[in-house]
């Protein structure tokens, strides 16, 4: 049962209490991870990959265009966590931080050819930012999943990947991956403003898009 359906059976304030309860179990969860990492403990990072690695590669795909890129870096954000896995402090969840790393090592690839940034990289496009087809399944299901059917999860896959990758990489973030407004700051380095703005212009720009996928399929019938 998910914390949205259990609410409805708790009594008023139940919800509430519930909330805290969750809240304070995901932050002993964090600091465990953080005490793991500085002691290197064994099994720990191998568990870590189980659990993120659907969502990881789903990022990196989402914001790189180029599978085989993305499983370079798949590799690499893995190792940064190794060596690095000491300045984790618990405090924010861990996958926020995981994702900050993917996303620097991906500007690093790229300024080593190209540009600084992703604000760079991405908004007069490139080669490297055109539409692809993949698929990564962890059997969890998102936001997106829970509210659409196969044929709509295809047109908005499709839809965002047609969007360029600063407004694709918040959608990502805040509907697939389920972090607050305040993470996806923190993970783009960004003012919680601009997140606001991409958010509501990225949800602009796939909206004519699945609209007119929807239309091309209902007269295809």
Same mark, same amino acid.
């Given at each position: 049962?998910?914390? =949205?359906?259990?609410?409805?059976?708790? +009594?008023?304030?139940?919800?509430?209490?519930?909330?805290?309860?969750?809240?304070?179990? =995901?932050? !002993?969860?964090?600091? =465990?991870?953080?005490?793991?990492?500085?002691?290197?403990?064994?099994?720990?990072?191998?568990?870590? &990959?189980?659990?993120?690695?659907?969502?990881?590669?789903?990022?990196?795909?989402?914001?790189?265009? /180029?599978?085989?890129?993305?499983?370079?870096?798949?590799?690499?954000?893995?190792?940064?966590?190794?060596?690095?896995?000491? !300045?984790? /402090?618990? !405090?924010?969840?861990?996958?926020?931080?995981?994702?900050? &790393?993917?996303? /620097?090592?991906? &500007?690093?690839?790229?300024?080593?050819?190209? =540009?600084?940034?992703?604000? $760079?990289?991405?908004?007069?496009?490139?080669?490297?930012?055109?539409?692809?087809?993949?698929?990564? #399944?962890?059997?969890?299901?998102? +936001?997106?999943?829970?509210?659409? /059917?196969?044929?709509?999860?295809?047109? &908005?896959?499709? #839809?965002?990947?047609?969007?360029?990758?600063?407004?694709?990489?918040?959608?990502?973030?805040?509907?697939?991956?389920?972090?607050?407004?305040?993470?996806?700051?923190?993970?783009?380095?960004?003012?919680?403003?601009?997140?606001?703005?991409?958010?509501?212009?990225?949800?602009?720009?796939?909206?004519?898009?699945? $609209?007119?996928?929807?239309?091309?399929?209902? $007269?295809?019938?």
């Amino acid at each position: 049962m998910t914390f =949205a359906a259990a609410k409805s059976f708790l +009594p008023f304030g139940g919800a509430s209490s519930l909330a805290a309860q969750v809240d304070e179990q =995901a932050r !002993q969860q964090n600091l =465990a991870i953080a005490q793991g990492l500085k002691r290197q403990e064994a099994g720990l990072l191998d568990e870590l &990959i189980v659990k993120y690695q659907h969502r990881l590669m789903r990022y990196l795909l989402y914001l790189t265009g /180029n599978r085989e890129q993305a499983e370079d870096l798949f590799q690499d954000v893995w190792m940064r966590v190794l060596v690095r896995g000491g !300045q984790f /402090n618990g !405090q924010a969840r861990f996958e926020t931080w995981l994702f900050t &790393i993917a996303r /620097n090592m991906v &500007i690093d690839q790229r300024r080593k050819r190209t =540009a600084s940034s992703l604000d $760079e990289l991405f908004e007069a496009g490139s080669d490297d930012d055109r539409p692809m087809s993949f698929e990564v #399944a962890d059997g969890e299901p998102t +936001p997106f999943d829970r509210v659409s /059917n196969f044929e709509d999860r295809e047109r &908005i896959a499709t #839809a965002l990947l047609d969007v360029d990758t600063l407004h694709r990489e918040v959608l990502i973030l805040r509907f697939y991956e389920e972090l607050s407004l305040e993470e996806i700051a923190k993970v783009t380095k960004s003012h919680l403003s601009t997140v606001k703005s991409r958010l509501y212009r990225g949800m602009a720009m796939i909206r004519p898009k699945l $609209e007119r996928a929807g239309q091309r399929l209902r $007269e295809a019938v």
